[in-house]
Antibody, heavy 118, light 110 residues
Framework: QVLLVQSGAEVKKPGASVKVSCKAS????????IHWVRQAPGQGLEWMGW????????NYAQRFQGRVTMTRDTSISTAYMELSRLTSDDAAVYYC???????????WGQGTLVTVSS | QSALTQPPSASGSLGQSVTMSCTGT?????????VSWYQQHPGKAPKLMIY???KRPSGVPDRFSGSKSGNTASLTVSGLQAEDEADYHC??????????FGGGTRLTVL
């Protein structure tokens, strides 16, 4: 069965960076894009961008450009999302999601809580 | 891109039907048949319920249906059950390889 397992909760200071991992299993990792989506407390979902695990190509939402980096390691079927220059507004649950083959995710990771606090 | 507009809440009685809306623009919802709907229970990850406006992934009950007219997409849940109580989020392709989500609608089953 398809599974996406994310790394554990993080606590970071303002100005720091956070790197979240997403390990995929149950399908061919390179066959589907991985999306990253975040959800601030009590808020809706916010799309951050995607990575093509096959080529490494990425596309980031405009508001995160310059601050987000998405990478992958095909040898261990893992995608990564790194967000830099954190502020309190970045406190959220971060999700990875496997593309269904179009612009959306059919399988999601369990989420990674990122807390930003001095 | 601006977020899609969803009403913050909706409600319906057990066994009845409810329709939730998702309003975008001619650059996203109105331009592409790539609207998805996600169900999210508290503390859980979203679950894909509808993709490409009206397609249901395997395992999603046919009580869930999607449609689109102009810049507004809709999700209808018929035969409401207690377990349908959740947050529902819509998303749309917005061109240039970008996605946009709505703010979510909290569905209450009375």
């Amino acid at each position: 069965q398809v599974l996406l397992v994310q790394s554990g909760a993080e606590v970071k200071k303002p100005g720091a960076s956070v790197k979240v991992s997403c390990k995929a299993s149950g399908y061919t990792f390179t066959s589907r894009y991985i999306h990253w989506v975040r959800q601030a407390p009590g808020q809706g979902l916010e799309w951050m961008g995607w990575i093509n695990p096959n080529s490494g190509d990425t596309n980031y939402a405009q508001r995160f450009q310059g601050r987000v980096t998405m990478t992958r390691d095909t040898s261990i079927s893992t995608a990564y999302m790194e967000l830099s220059r954190l502020t309190s507004d970045d406190a959220a649950v971060y999700y990875c999601a496997k593309s269904y083959g179009g612009p959306g995710g059919d399988y999601w990771g369990q989420g990674t809580l990122v807390t930003v606090s001095s | 891109q601006s977020a899609l507009t969803q009403p913050p809440s909706a409600s319906g009685s057990l066994g009845q039907s409810v329709t939730m809306s998702c309003t975008g623009t001619s650059s996203d919802v109105g331009a592409y048949d790539y609207v998805s709907w996600y169900q999210q229970h508290p503390g859980k990850a979203p679950k894909l319920m509808i993709y490409e406006v009206n397609k249901r992934p395997s395992g999603v009950p046919d009580r869930f249906s999607g449609s689109k007219s102009g810049n507004t997409a809709s999700l209808t849940v018929s035969g409401l059950q207690a377990e349908d109580e959740a947050d529902y989020h819509c998303s749309s392709y917005a061109g240039s390889n970008n996605l946009v989500f709505g703010g979510g609608t909290r569905l209450t089953v009375l």
